[in-house]
């Protein structure tokens, strides 16, 4: 399965797709933490609200940096920060509640493009942690995974069927 990511890319790189050369392909990669975090201070001082340097640091955890993550739930944060206020945990946990809502739709539609053992494999990270032995017999057995080859090959894991 291709993503939507490599259909865009292809239409404006491919010398026989019809916007070929009509924009400039940029690769957004995590920006420093450090870099982010000053960013976001100066536009939250910049705009008259407060956010503290852990408070960054916990928002820039939950999204790992990444930019179009960070943008949201920063704007979520700095829309429930009243002028002169000042951001924290707590209303980043807000943020996020209402990023989680704004985002269902897409959330769904990538849940249902997946095929059952992608799903299982999913759930099985959410139950036991993504640090999980995923390989071990007694992982495998618990959530129905089925043989460790199945999971070793990701070939297996994100093709079509079942």
């Not at 943020?95 to 759930?123: F, P, S």
């Not at 990270?125 to 070793?152: C, D, M, N, V, W």
Request: aromatic share 8%.
């Amino acid at each position: 399965m291709r993503s939507k990511h490599h259909l865009m890319r292809r239409v404006f790189t491919l010398q026989n797709e019809p916007m070929y050369k009509m924009a400039k392909v940029l690769d957004l990669h995590e920006i420093p933490h450090d870099d982010f975090a000053a960013f976001i201070k100066d536009r939250f001082a910049a705009t008259n609200r407060l956010i503290a340097d852990d408070v960054i640091d916990h928002l820039l955890n939950i999204t790992g940096g990444h930019p179009h993550d960070t943008q949201e739930l920063c704007y979520f944060t700095w829309s429930l920060v009243d002028a002169a206020g000042e951001a924290s945990i707590e209303t980043v946990g807000q943020a996020l509640a209402q990023v989680l809502d704004a985002e269902d739709d897409h959330y769904t539609n990538l849940w249902e493009g997946l095929i059952k053992k992608q799903r299982l494999l999913l759930m099985a990270l959410t139950k036991a942690g993504a640090s999980s032995e995923i390989y071990s017999e007694e992982f495998r057995k618990r959530y129905e995974l089925g043989p460790a080859s199945s999971l070793q090959n990701p070939s297996s894991l994100w093709s079509s069927g079942s």
